[in-house]
């Protein structure tokens, strides 16, 4: 019988540490849980005190990203699992020589593939080298377009940036509304969104509302304001975000 490999998990949200634990749980031969943390931190001093096989890290995280967090180890002798939402961090996870990553909502059959490669000493470095191979190729092919993956109940939706108009939160769900599309409504928050489209162009501009600058066509002074999009939609602005839309400008 293998022995199980120790682990921690860092991760920002505290939701997403109990969705991987409960799946982790069902592996407890092969894994053990050491300590998780919502510190990034913290997290160091965790790797660094307990030594785990495996580090289960998110990569989006407010104090410092997960990529950041490694760079800050620097004496890397763990295996590094990266947890994302975003399927397009695969490419920077396997370059950080990442075992695996897990793409939230993370499944059984995920966690039982990372599990194998470890258990049969896959050579991580040969196999990193050859998806990164493919993957270099795939980012030639599609070199020019925008686009982004967002996970859906059926798996992952691929939008072009440029048909997004407008993102508006309800309860822990985002519609996101496109040009020529029906909107679509992911289960995740408008944060999570705006994260995602943080380097494309797009502004919050309410706790509601997230927007395609490109997709402004009017702005309508008042106490806080609100804004006309090219969707005929009208978008309130809120008072605490007001200045940092003017100054885009």
Not at 18 to 32: A, G, P, Q, T, Y
Not at 158 to 171: A, G, L, P
């Given at each position: 019988m293998n022995k199980a490999f120790t682990s921690i998990i860092i991760d920002d949200e505290i939701g997403s540490i109990?969705?991987?634990?409960?799946?982790?749980?069902?592996?407890?031969?092969?894994?053990?849980?050491?300590?998780t943390t919502q510190i990034p931190s913290e997290g160091i001093t965790f790797i660094k005190t307990l030594k785990p096989d495996i580090v289960f890290l998110d990569i989006s995280m407010p104090e410092m990203s997960g990529f950041e967090l490694l760079d800050k180890v620097r004496d890397i002798h763990f295996n590094v699992v990266f947890t994302t939402a975003y399927d397009h961090y695969a490419i920077d996870a396997f370059k950080e020589?990442?075992?695996?990553?897990?793409?939230?909502?993370?499944?059984?059959?995920d966690i039982g593939r990372v599990i194998s490669?470890?258990?049969?000493?896959?050579?991580?470095?040969?196999?990193?080298?050859?998806?990164?191979?493919?993957?270099?190729?795939?980012?030639?092919?599609?070199?020019?377009?925008?686009?982004?993956?967002?996970?859906?109940?059926?798996?992952?939706?691929?939008?072009?940036?440029?048909?997004?108009?407008?993102?508006?939160?309800?309860?822990?769900?985002?519609?996101?509304?496109?040009?020529?599309?029906?909107?679509l409504l992911i289960s995740k928050t408008l944060k999570d969104i705006e994260t995602l489209l943080s380097n494309y162009g797009f502004i919050r501009v309410h706790q509601s509302h997230l927007v395609n600058i490109k997709c402004i066509k009017k702005y309508i002074k008042g106490k806080a304001g609100s804004l006309i999009l090219k969707d005929g939609s009208i978008i309130p602005i809120s008072r605490s975000k007001k200045s940092d839309f003017l100054n885009k400008f």
């Open positions: 109990d969705s991987l634990v409960w799946e982790l749980k069902k592996f407890s031969n092969d894994i053990e849980i050491l300590k020589n990442a075992i695996d990553y897990l793409l939230k909502p993370v499944m059984p059959e490669k470890l258990q049969n000493n896959v050579d991580a470095s040969q196999m990193q080298e050859n998806i990164l191979e493919i993957l270099s190729e795939l980012q030639k092919s599609t070199d020019g377009y925008r686009t982004i993956a967002v996970p859906t109940m059926e798996g992952l939706e691929f939008i072009e940036v440029d048909d997004i108009i407008r993102c508006e939160s309800t309860n822990n769900y985002t519609f996101i509304h496109q040009s020529h599309e029906k909107p």
